[in-house]
């Protein structure tokens, strides 16, 4: 609501102008929309299936937001009017950007582990999101609260990069931030209609690539399970690590686009490809990602100290491990606040 002003901005009669809406959100921006980042963060990194392109997007979403203060007209909540910048910023850097797959979501079989293993750097792989990036370390913050575990599994995002851009933007605008076919239509310039049949294409893609969680673990079996895993690789004991191992379990490890399927092979594939020479070569520290448990595992050198090596993630279930996708690079160790290296004293 605009307010007829003097010239010295005071109101007729000699009163103090009274803020307009406007005036109040550019004033209170940070306060107002602080709030929200942990969201919009998810929301960017389902869009990307990167956390680094999350990162920038949400900066962006920001800087686009503080530009655009005086447009905003209250005709939607404040939460809409973000995300709706958010996404249609995600939209502008996707455009003719590749997915992000997984080794597994390339069509290929799996792999054979005597063969050693190729990277292929070339391929925008999809990246793990650290959890403190969205949650943090207050279990009490009610905006971390408000993303839940199941909009960003890995399994979840992955399914989204076989999606165009426009196909994430509905399904997540419809599925995860709960907005009506009309508010969907309104923010990408699509009819309702539009909506709703991309909706339906959305939703059958993602139904048969996203898989089903089998039954979860209470606390104290995930605990002991978790704690044999680290004890068997920091052991290098390949025969106790896969009996930890679903029947079908899976391991990935981008850049490598090989993939392998069985607790056989990935038995061949760590006793033959690992650089660990026998027991104290791996160290292991917990962390987690994508709502699940994951491992920061380095490896020795030759003084002794603990190199970062690569990050694990964890599907666990009431059958084992089901799942492993590693990641390299010690760039991923300090996106989880995880340590440039062991030394020999913290190891032992």
Known sequence: MTFVTGADGSEPGGASPTPTPGDVLERDFAALTEPLRREIMAHCYRMTGSVHDAEDLVQETYLRAWRAMHGFENRASLRTWMFRIATNTCLTHLAGRAR???????????????????????????????????????????????????????AFVAALQHLTARQRAVLLLRDVLAWSAAEVADALDMTVAGVNSTLQRARANVARLDREQPGSLDDERLRHLLDAYVAAFEAYDVAAIVQLMAADVVWEMPPFPGWYSGPQDVATLISTWCPANGPGSMRMLPTSANGSPAFGLYMADPGGTHRPFQVQVLEVDDRGVGRVTAWFGEPLFSAFGLPGAVHRDAAG
Do not use: K
């Open 100 to 154: 992000r797959p997984l080794p597994t979501g390339l069509g290929a079989p799996a792999a054979d582990p005597a063969h050693e293993p190729r990277a292929d750097g070339a391929v925008p792989w999809l990246e793990p999101l650290p959890d403190a990036v969205v949650w943090g370390h207050e279990s009490t913050d009610p905006a971390a609260a408000a993303v839940g575990h199941e909009s960003v599994r890995l």
